[in-house]
């Protein structure tokens, strides 16, 4: 065993210990604020009364604790044969819920005949808004085609399952008997507390699965949609965080959601303001057709080579042994340029495979970030789908010349394997114009002319 890998199991066991040891210790601690319960609940109790709050009160505080403690230890030691030491939010939320459950089973159970406690109108409907934001975001989040759709797919299931298990809980808190001791407005009001807390935290849950969901559409934009999209998701995070509070808020007597109302609306306007605004800053400046891009292409030889790019106007460029394809990018020049690259890419289309060696006048590259999800924005391209060694590591699958906008002519020069060399006829070119952040503003099939 390495010394890293000794010292996070160490440290592991050690920050479980402190956590066993606070929730043995906490709930012993001096009164679980039984007075203030009353006071937030516009009680008057008797002494009978505020006994049994105390009670119902630790017994909640230490299951939902131990909860804490399942949410943060489980993890924790999968993460230990990976080396890393990680608190994660999740968990620990998922966590609460369970520990808040297994707390009102323990505090009474649902007769198989009773009236329902009728709750506020808002709060009986909080899960099933939570479950259909769920849903659409989901729904959303597969139509844009970015990110794992398994992450996606899974994260709104968590979402929908967080709903499902909330919804639970509030009818068992509604239905189960009464706490022993407690007169008819002190035992609603334990109901009212039980039902904010869990849902105040399972806002707090959906709205942290969804954020995740997010994160794997955001991770492959890129411009200023990528930096818009990154200011709405820590908006949201601070958003939904307001939110549970305010709903926690609302749900004392007297009082009306209409903060939840307006903190939900400002959050989605706010969100979808922001990431269209990176969306309409991302516009190309012009359409392919503004360029009207023209390849002209020959297979050539050492031998030969000298000559046909005299015959083709093209300067600068050196052949690559044989069986070189030799090619001139004839383009128009919008008025404005604009700021930005283009792309040339060579496909073999017999066997859907990029050009390894690519070069222009100034050499050959790789577009960057924004080539990196053109094949999923235009299918015809999927010979630039990036490859994995199994590590996590992206490798390209072939090369790219560079071509600033203010171009006219750009020669070229690529080679396939050996013994799978092309004829004209079978060779794609294709021009991407990547924007000044690498935004992918477009990507075009230029016609070829074999001379």
Not at 74 to 89: C, D, G, M, N, T
Not at 225 to 245: C, E, K, N, R, S
Not at 345 to 359: E, G, M, N, S, T
Not at 395 to 415: E, K, L, Q, W
Request: hydrophobic fraction near 50%.
């Amino acid at each position: 065993m390495s010394k890293l890998s000794a010292g996070l199991i160490a440290l592991a066991v050690i920050a479980v210990l402190l956590v066993v040891l606070a929730i043995v210790v906490i709930p012993q601690l001096g009164s679980p604020r039984s007075r203030s319960f009353a006071t937030r609940h516009g009680l008057d109790p008797t002494p009978e009364d505020l006994a049994s709050v105390e009670r119902y009160l630790r017994l909640t505080r230490r299951r939902r604790l131990w909860g804490l403690f399942f949410g943060f230890a489980i993890p924790l030691f999968w993460l230990l044969p990976e080396q890393r030491f990680a608190v994660l939010s999740v968990p620990l939320l998922a966590g609460w819920l369970l520990g808040a459950a297994s707390a009102e089973l323990a505090a009474g159970t649902a007769p198989r005949t009773g009236t329902a406690v009728a709750l506020p109108a808002w709060q009986r409907r909080t899960p099933g808004v939570l479950a259909a934001v769920a849903v659409a975001s989901t729904a959303l989040a597969l139509w844009s085609g970015l990110g794992d759709g398994g992450e996606i797919i899974a994260w709104g299931v968590g979402a929908l399952v967080t709903c499902l298990f909330v919804t639970a809980t509030v009818q068992h808190v509604t239905r189960r008997g009464s706490i022993a001791g407690t007169t008819g407005a002190v035992d609603r009001a334990t109901r009212t507390h039980a039902v904010a807390a869990v849902t105040a935290v399972g806002l707090v849950l959906v709205g942290l699965c969804l954020l995740h969901q997010a994160d794997q559409v955001r991770s492959e934009l890129d411009g200023q949609t990528a930096h818009w999209a990154g200011v709405a998701d820590i908006g949201l995070t601070l958003g939904v965080l307001l939110l549970a509070v305010a709903l926690w808020w609302a749900s004392a007597p007297g009082r009306r959601p209409r903060l939840v109302a307006f903190l939900t609306v400002v959050l989605v306007t706010t969100s979808a303001a922001a990431v269209g605004f990176g969306a309409w800053q991302d516009r190309p400046p012009y359409v392919p057709e503004a360029v009207h891009p023209v390849a002209t292409i020959r297979l050539t030889d050492m031998e030969h080579f000298d000559a046909d790019a005299a015959a083709l106007g093209v300067s600068g460029v050196t052949p690559l042994l044989n069986r070189t394809v030799l090619g001139r990018l004839d383009l128009a020049v919008p008025q404005p340029a604009g700021r930005g690259r283009y792309y040339l890419v060579l496909i073999d289309k017999r066997y859907d495979r990029a050009a390894p060696q690519l070069f222009g006048k100034d050499g050959g590259t790789w577009g960057g970030a924004g080539m990196r999800n053109a094949w999923k924005r235009y299918p015809w391209l999927s010979a630039l789908t990036p490859t994995s060694d199994g590590d996590g590591w992206a490798g390209y699958p072939g090369m790219a010349v560079s071509v600033s906008p203010d171009t006219t002519s750009a020669g070229f020069v690529g080679r396939f394997r050996k013994e799978d060399v092309p004829q004209p006829a079978d060779l794609l070119v294709a021009l991407l114009f990547l924007g000044p952040q690498d935004q992918l503003y477009w990507a075009v099939q230029v016609p070829v002319a074999v001379v």
